[in-house]
């Protein structure tokens, strides 16, 4: 058995996909409040106005704020060390650039910290997982604007003081290499207006850098046992080919959307390729000496990532199919499967992007997200059977031994979703995650009841064992 005694099992949320109350005790719209729900085939769409006769998932959530008790206790039953959850910006600063924080927002986590230490799980907060304050998008345009640093940063050194004895583990930003692509430029980075090209979103990402590190730094002086990480979506790539031309064309998208912000975040510098690709595409970047110094000096504690897919890389479009669900361009893969919205499944790959990420960065890392999203099928006697749901699990598991094995520093694993809720690409309830199912639909039907699926059981003895009994 190659899990060390100490290793962080449990499982991951954010604020805006689970806790709804939405406008309560205080709490301000955020840029998710603003999204509808969608689909695999439908984007969810924005408005900038809030009709409230219409469904916004946010706005309820799984009202995670209501049941976090009921939850964790849940949570504390499969055994969890750790709980990955969001801290929700606009509940603490309702629209973002406020002279002081909302005290029923901060006392809600509060009692969501205290619950876990009851239970003997540990927190692992991400300071800001898509869910911007509305306003700071809609006046500044997000990180597009410098100021958004300070107000960044300011609630930073708020949750950091509150917490400083509740909470040891804390992510600056969730998935911050999504704001190198359009993709990432709304939920992200905050820019609601005008126009959102690469020269916008790469200063606007300098910003988040430039913030990221001085958080970083002030928290080890708030509190020395801080550990603060980085967070990416790390979308492992292959080249489609033995091509030469595609093996070249998978290094270079492999350096723009997985490599660049890990290694700003770990190695505290711009990378020579990243120079470069500003220089071939006419973007210049605003950043001071100053900033490059806070970059410099904030670098990251441990790196964390999401993993749930791999995608092939292809020099000429037409040399592959493209998977439908599949991002940034991808090809399909033959030897993989792939889940209900197109992901294509890769354990193997997780071993690979294991030890090719301790390889570059030789800090410890941990799993933050993985998880299969599926619709289950709830039978007569009330039991949901999501045998495909652990088999995704329990191989992806196997992988992390190996790569323990293999000599990675692999310190914790955070399956997403570890209770339903909605879904952050589509907004829909019916593409599940969970260990335990919340009832809900698509259009915010209900009773919001809890129960087990066959998967938790399965996680509490994997967890028991550590790992020994897949
Ligand atoms: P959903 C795409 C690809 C990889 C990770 O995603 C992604 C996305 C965005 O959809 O985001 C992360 O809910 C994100 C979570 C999100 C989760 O993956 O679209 O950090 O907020 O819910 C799963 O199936």
């Given at each position: ?13 954010a604020?805006?996909q689970?806790e ?27 408005t ?5 006769d219409?469904?916004y ?7 995670f ?6 939850d ?5 039953e ?12 606009s509940?603490?600063?309702?629209n ?19 619950e ?6 540990e ?10 304050p509305?306003?700071?998008?809609e ?6 604007d410098?100021r958004?640093?300070d107000?960044y ?13 509740k ?7 969730n ?11 709304r ?15 790469y200063?606007a ?17 708030i509190?020395?046992d ?7 979506a790390?979308i492992t ?6 091509a030469?031309?595609?093996?070249l ?12 912000c890990g290694d ?21 970047l605003?950043r001071?000496?100053?900033?490059l110094k806070e970059?410099k000096?904030?670098?990251v504690?441990f790196?964390t990532?999401?993993y ?11 040399n ?5 669900g ?6 399909k ?5 792939t ?8 354990p ?8 090719q990420?301790?390889?570059r960065?030789?800090?410890p890392?941990?799993?933050v ?6 619709v289950?099928?709830?039978e007569?006697?009330?039991a ?6 652990i088999?995704y699990?329990?191989q992806?598991?196997?992988?992390m031994?190996?790569?323990?094995e ?5 310190i914790?694993?955070?399956?997403w979703?570890?209770?339903?809720l909605?879904?952050?690409?589509t ?15 698509d ?16 996680y509490?003895?994997?967890i028991?064992t550590n790992g020994?009994n897949?």
């Open positions: 058995m190659t899990f060390p005694t100490n290793f962080l099992w449990g499982g991951a949320t604020a805006n689970c709804g109350a939405w406008d309560l005790d205080g709490k301000g719209a955020s840029i998710p409040d603003h999204m509808m729900g969608g689909s695999l085939h439908k984007q969810r769409e924005f900038k106005e809030i009709d409230l219409k469904y998932p946010s706005h309820s959530g799984i009202d704020y209501h049941h976090y008790k009921e964790i206790a849940l949570f504390a499969m055994g969890f060390k750790v709980f990955r959850l969001s801290i929700a910006w509940r603490i600063f309702p973002g650039d406020d002279a002081e924080p909302n005290e029923a927002g901060l006392a809600f986590y509060d009692r969501v910290f205290d876990c230490a009851k239970h003997g799980i927190p692992l907060v991400t300071i800001s997982h898509f869910e911007l509305y306003h700071l998008g006046k500044y345009n997000g990180f597009a410098r958004t640093i107000f940063v300011n609630f930073a050194e708020t949750i950091f003081n509150r917490y400083k004895n909470v040891k583990y804390w992510l600056t930003f998935e911050i290499n999504f704001g190198t692509l359009p993709f990432g430029g939920s992200l980075l905050g820019i609601i207006d005008g126009k959102d090209d690469e020269q916008r979103r200063q990402l300098h910003n988040m850098f430039v913030a990221s590190a001085r958080t970083v730094k002030l928290g080890h002086q509190n020395p801080f550990q603060i990480g980085c967070m990416l790390y790539m292959y080249p489609l080919t033995c030469p031309a595609d093996v064309a998978c290094q270079q998208m492999n350096q723009k959307l997985n490599w660049f700003v975040h770990v190695k505290g510098e711009y990378p020579f390729y990243m120079e470069n690709y500003f220089t071939q595409h006419g973007i210049t605003e001071s000496p100053e900033d970059i000096e904030g670098t504690d790196y990532f999401s749930y897919m791999t995608t092939c890389i292809a020099a000429e479009a037409e592959g199919d493209r998977t439908g599949n991002l940034f361009g991808g090809m893969n033959p030897y993989l499967a889940s209900e919205w197109g992901w294509q499944i890769d193997v790959g997780l071993r690979y992007t294991l030890n990420l301790y390889d960065y030789q800090i890392l941990m799993v997200e993985n998880g299969l999203g599926a289950d099928e709830v007569a006697d009330g949901i059977h999501d045998e495909y749901r088999d699990l329990r992806h598991v196997q992988e031994d190996k790569a323990l293999d000599g990675v520093d692999l914790g694993y955070t399956s979703g570890c209770i339903d909605v879904s952050g690409g907004g829909e309830m019916a593409k599940r995650y969970g260990f335990i199912y919340v009832d809900k639909d259009v915010g039907a209900g009773s919001l009841k809890r129960s087990k699926k066959d998967s938790f059981d399965w509490k003895q994997v028991a020994e897949l």
